[in-house]
């Protein structure tokens, strides 16, 4: 039987609030406003409010359109303003959840959100928090602010009760940045509330833009479900990751080993080795229900080992990078090297925990002479310095002693790029469709271009491996460092943005 709460958040008129307007809470925002439902967008960050209110789009997958047109029919709008949470029917919590300095969980900026959320709490609402977090922290963490806001704002001087005054439940967020296929309104998306009635009105609200609700019995199941599949693809690519290596010791190509392995109709799932994890998701997410587990007393092996593995692979990479100039008999030392990619995955603007970032600074630490090009990162700054992106002429493909592929952006020209470097280094097996390329480097195919060709003597090509490009070799299954297990999917045609940084390439900070 459905309650009068449900049938107000399934048919009502309601307001909805996002807490956080960034790669999740903005696409969130989007789509509930485009479903009719009236937005109240809440950040701290000034650009961001003013540029939402501007009809402007800073996340990559949102285009500015449609936060335009919502912006022009009032149906969305953005706010630094927290006591405006008291006009929200639905209030959905989007902030960051990090790793501090030691690894461990932040949760400080959803104790923060928790605290603004309780501070405007009114019978009838419905909070749900999305951030990734650790099983337990919609019960132990934010259950208490809003307990402890609604202590004596009842009925009567009594005390706001979870499930009957206000509703609270866990919905993980599973965007998948640059994905064309899977959007926030497509993707199936787990809910688990508090209570019954909790989960019922949580359901009843998402329903209203969201195809397919998963409905689990508890907030941590919930929570728990997001790390499983974050997991899950964190061991996945550190298995093949340390395959490659053990392939790359073997003098094996890994690229036909996993091949002839997903030829298997059942039982097999293809994952691609590359230069490391990055993004806000696969590396971090895992470390939640580690130190979850440690308070438990409980290791978390597979975590850790996984963890292990995948760290490595940027400095593997670098070691590819020195191997190459070795065969040329030149140190890494003095080399001008031109890093290709900085993103942590294919076609998106996002450089948070990129391996790009390891490998330029390990490159420079050992003294190389190094410039990156990314159409979609003109800048970086991090801890130890800041880069601009390098214009990808003809020159400066020439002149680097050594390319080095990090990641395979769709705009790549990667015939050319292949053609006018003296050695590539190519993390991705994103050549692995030019015949040269084939032909020309380590059977291992990371070094494509210039080892001098070290396929061992006498061999011929391996059976059934054909010359031809456009196998199923693409550079896009590598969803290395990627949210998304739907390969190539995460792909997307499109043009490089316009603007090239023509700045210098290192500057000291
Ligand atoms: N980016 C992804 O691909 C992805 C995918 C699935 C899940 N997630 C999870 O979703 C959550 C959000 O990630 P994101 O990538 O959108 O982060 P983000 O950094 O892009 O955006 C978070 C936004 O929250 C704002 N913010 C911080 N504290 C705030 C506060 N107290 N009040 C209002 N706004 C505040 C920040 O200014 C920022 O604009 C994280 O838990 C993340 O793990 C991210």
Redesign the pocket.
Known sequence: MLTDATERFREGDITFGI???????LPLAVEVAESGIRVLG????EP?VEGVNRGESH?QDVESSRVAALRDDGRLEATLD?SRLAECDVISI????PLGKTRDPDVS?VL??GR?VAAHLHPGQLIVL????YPGTTRDVVLPLLREAGAGAGPEGGDLEVGRDFFLCFS??????GNPTWKTYNTPKVIGGLTPACLEVGVAAYSRFIETMVPVSSPEAAEMS?LLENTFRAVNIALVNETAQIADRLEVDIWEVINAAATKPFGFMKFTPGPGLG???IP??PHYLSWKMRTLDYRTRFIELASEVNAEMPRFVVGKVQEALNEVEKPVKGSQILVLGAAYKPNID?VRESPALEILNELERLGARVAYHDPYIPEIVDDRLSWSSVELTDEALAEADCVVLVTDHDVFDLERIFDLSRLLVDSRNATGAIAEARGQGQPQRWIVKGSGGSRRQGEARPAGESEQAGESEQAGESEQAG?SGREGESRQAGGAPEAENRMPARQPR
């Open positions: 807490v956080g307007l960034g790669y999740v809470g809440f950040d701290v960050k961001v996340v927290p989007c902030v960051p959840t900026y923060a959100a603004e999305e951030s990734t977090t993980p967020e599973r965007v998948d940045p997001k993004g806000h998701c971090i997410d996002d949210e």
